[in-house]
């Protein structure tokens, strides 16, 4: 898959988030040379992808934690223009650092951090720092990092890998988060086309009558198609708190016939459908 003619990667921001790390991972992977715009928010980014030609996105899609992200798929499943897909995902673990000026940990008496950073970092400021900790608390991961030149060098903050590249740091200890197994899903999506790589999935959004069997009926098309699913969620409507939304994932790809004629089949038996990408399933 190939990105020559790429302008511009919109992301959730700021810099030097874990979207950013993600973002960075994507344009080693496709070799993508190109501006970056960090925006405030998902619908933010979708909107700048889809009012923009030749502009990608990333965005978190999925926590191990806190579960599915709904911004993002409802975002994508009403962008004006269809062609808007999925073109690749990746897993990053979500991992805090210590980060300072100064390179000796042990010199340490306090910490910037925001509030949600402070309560994920609880066990290692409660046994390996300071009885006395002086804490400061800020509003975001690269704010605490600039925060630390209005402090003298016994000061620290919590960040990441890329705050500390970002922001010249020194990172004094790494992985000081509780939870050692969080992860976060990201997808780059964009107006592009994908190839097959024999390792795909595919995802699609759908509604379907309410009426008795309908989603069974959907559901049945894949089991007799011989189609794994390997994810299915729903929502309310936006518009219709007594509609759902369907969202699936799948082995395959859209550009197998066989793939191709269950879509066109369970197209003719919703009342909403959005294909919402074929791509090479992660392996992290």
Do not use: W
Not at 54 to 67: A, K, M, Q, R, Y
Not at 105 to 130: A, D, H, V
Not at 204 to 211: C, G, L, T
């Amino acid at each position: 898959m190939e990105f020559k003619n790429v302008l511009n990667i919109a992301y959730l921001g700021p810099e030097a988030s874990f979207s950013e790390m993600a973002r960075d991972a994507f344009c080693r992977k496709y070799n993508i040379n190109a501006f970056s715009t960090p925006l405030k928010t998902i619908p933010e980014v979708i909107e700048f992808v889809d009012k923009n030609p030749f502009t990608l996105g990333v965005v978190p899609v999925e926590n191990s934690i806190d579960g599915t992200l709904r911004a993002a798929f409802d975002n994508l499943m009403s962008s004006q223009n269809p062609n808007i897909r999925i073109l690749s995902e990746i897993v990053l673990p979500i991992e805090y650092c210590l980060l300072s000026r100064t390179t000796e940990f042990y010199s340490i008496t306090g910490i910037i951090g925001t509030p949600y950073l402070l309560g994920k970092c609880q066990e290692f400021i409660k046994n390996e720092m300071p009885l006395h900790l002086n804490i400061v608390e800020n509003t975001n991961m690269a704010e605490c990092a600039r925060n630390l030149s209005n402090y003298n060098l016994t000061y620290g903050s919590i960040g990441n890998r890329k705050t500390a590249e970002t922001y010249h740091l020194n990172i004094l200890k790494e992985n000081i988060n509780d939870d050692k197994t969080n992860r976060t899903r990201y997808i780059l999506f964009g107006n592009y086309e994908t190839p097959i790589t024999g390792n795909d999935k595919t995802s699609i959004a759908f509604a379907v009558n309410d009426s008795p069997g309908s989603l069974l009926e959907i559901l049945q098309i894949f089991l007799e198609n011989n189609i794994n699913l390997t994810y299915i969620s729903s929502q309310p409507s936006k518009d219709d708190l007594e509609e759902y939304i369907f969202t699936v994932n799948f082995n395959g790809h859209i550009r197998e016939p066989r793939i191709s004629n269950v879509l066109n089949i369970i197209k003719t038996k919703t009342v909403f459908y959005r294909f919402l990408g074929s791509y090479e399933k992660n392996h992290i």
